[in-house]
């Protein structure tokens, strides 16, 4: 492979990294922040709180977004399975970012996620680009992958998506 697609290689993990602590953050903050809010309104009391119910209502955007950070830390240091965990959290926040995008733009949504689905657009677009971008020959020659990596990569997408779709509800 030669530099140039070294670099690309890089720069994608990085932003893979970059995005998987952004979004667990702020993912994290926003359920946080929902939640206090609830507590000083007295919706609900603390011993009404179960955060094992949570975590299996928010689990696929943390498996995601661990799926991101480690495919893009495992892919700076050249694994396979690095790169092949980075096509699938590139695809899956596609799906997701396009999802939510198509809400907003259907006027379904409310509030701060109706108004910003174009940035939606323009984030599953970019990470529809990365995916095709981890797809093309070069990376392929490189990483060798099998029929069985590509079932696992369709796999991991339609996990997530199962689990988002009908168990985290």
């Not at 890089?10 to 979004?23: E, P, S």
């Not at 206090?36 to 995601?64: C, D, P, R, W």
């Amino acid at each position: 492979m030669t530099k140039k697609w070294t670099i690309t290689q890089n720069i994608i993990a990085t932003i893979l990294q970059a995005w998987a602590l952004f979004f667990l953050y702020f993912f994290t903050d926003s359920i946080f922040s929902r939640l206090g809010g609830a507590l000083h309104e007295g919706i609900v009391s603390q011993s009404n709180i179960n955060y094992v119910k949570m975590f299996g209502v928010y689990n696929t955007y943390y498996l995601s977004g661990i799926l991101a950070g480690y495919g893009g830390l495992a892919m700076l240091y050249d694994k396979k399975w690095g790169w092949l965990a980075s096509i699938a959290a590139s695809l899956t926040f596609m799906v997701f970012m396009l999802m939510s995008a198509r809400t907003g733009l259907t006027g379904n949504a409310t509030g701060k996620a109706g108004s910003n689905f174009i940035s939606y657009f323009i984030a599953g677009f970019a990470f529809a680009a990365m995916a095709i971008v981890l797809t093309l020959k070069p990376f392929r020659v490189k990483y060798q992958p099998t029929f069985l990596n590509w079932v696992a990569i369709a796999g991991v997408i339609i996990i997530l998506l199962i689990d988002k779709q009908y168990i985290s509800q």
